[in-house]
């Protein structure tokens, strides 16, 4: 029997955890996280990770199993990923992946490219540069060595910023030019759910998601990490706004207000990520569950 991987999918606050959870019950599976924020242990109220009664609900993988000091790459995740669900296929025929990450996502259905190994001293040389000259110095240098990079990765995160320019600076060849079209061979089938809304159903769903994640502690969550900010897994929406008002920056209720204005804008890279994969099969967050479960019987 061919084995499945349903892969849930869609913005952030449309109601990917509820459904996941549903679905693995229904199916009587497990259930891997591709939200590259939830790994780390310290960051639970801002990541909007499972409450322990959805944990308890279905059993989770990849939830809160790193630190944020950890090292943890997107190609690590593949390969654990892959490994962990040879195990679960040995005795689940469905298995559930939910998460907003894309690249993560990507990583597991379709495998990621092959780049060459650079030195390492460009990586801190180019962290160097973050911290004196900021993150514009570096996205000008990479709109010179990759254009095309520019206008595709997600220009406001420093990491990918900087992965990008070290390869182009490594290997003296644009970091685009490594990626190609070719998906690695899988030994499973993935059908993809896209849960979303209307604009400003989403948008609503966000700021509400927010005030809710300072009701629950947010500021004490992130003040627990100030001595931290400097770590690449907190240099995120929730957590980079606070630092800012900790630091003495910004007033709280204008970091509070940045909060949502930059995970409107995460939102709307992730639509436009997902929508990349035209063979994904999207819902309106408010569909029936038993007709999501229908149309995935249609099409395994």
């Not at 891997?32 to 939830?38: K, L, T």
């Not at 109220?45 to 990849?62: D, F, Q, R, V, W």
């Not at 490219?113 to 160097?128: A, G, K, T």
């Not at 995460?266 to 994969?277: C, G």
């Amino acid at each position: 029997m061919t084995k499945t991987l349903l892969s849930i999918v869609g913005p952030t606050a449309i109601g990917k955890t509820a459904l996941s959870i549903k679905l693995a019950q229904h199916f009587d599976t497990e259930i891997i996280s591709a939200d590259s924020r939830q790994f780390y242990k310290e960051m639970q109220i801002g990541t909007a990770a499972p409450t322990p009664s959805e944990l308890a609900s279905a059993k989770h993988h990849y939830i809160h199993h790193k630190s944020v000091e950890d090292i943890y790459s997107v190609g690590d995740f593949e390969k654990e990923g892959i490994t962990l669900l040879d195990t679960l296929f040995k005795t689940k025929d469905i298995v559930i992946m939910v998460g907003g990450s894309g690249l993560y996502v990507d990583a597991i259905t379709k495998g990621l490219d092959e780049f060459p190994n650079v030195d390492p001293s460009i990586r801190i040389s180019l962290n160097e540069v973050l911290k004196t000259e900021g993150i514009e110095h570096l996205q000008e240098q990479l709109k010179r060595l990759d254009p095309k990079s520019y206008e595709t990765i997600a220009i406001g995160n420093p990491h990918r910023v900087i992965r990008a320019l070290e390869v182009c600076i490594g290997s003296k060849r644009p970091y685009s030019s490594f990626l190609t079209s070719t998906n690695k061979t899988r030994s499973f089938k993935t059908i993809t759910i896209g849960l979303t809304a209307e604009r400003e159903i989403i948008y609503d769903r966000i700021n509400k998601r927010v005030d809710n994640m300072i009701a629950e502690g947010l500021l004490n969550e992130v003040k627990g990490l100030q001595s931290k900010q400097q770590l690449n897994a907190l240099n995120t929406v929730g957590y980079k706004e606070l630092f800012k008002f900790l630091n003495n920056e910004w007033a709280l209720e204008f970091a509070v207000s940045e909060i949502k204005k930059n995970t409107r804008r995460f939102a709307k890279r992730q639509l436009t990520w997902f929508k990349k994969n035209t063979d994904t099969f999207w819902f309106d967050y408010k569909t029936e569950i038993d007709i999501v479960i229908k149309d995935i019987a249609q099409h395994k």
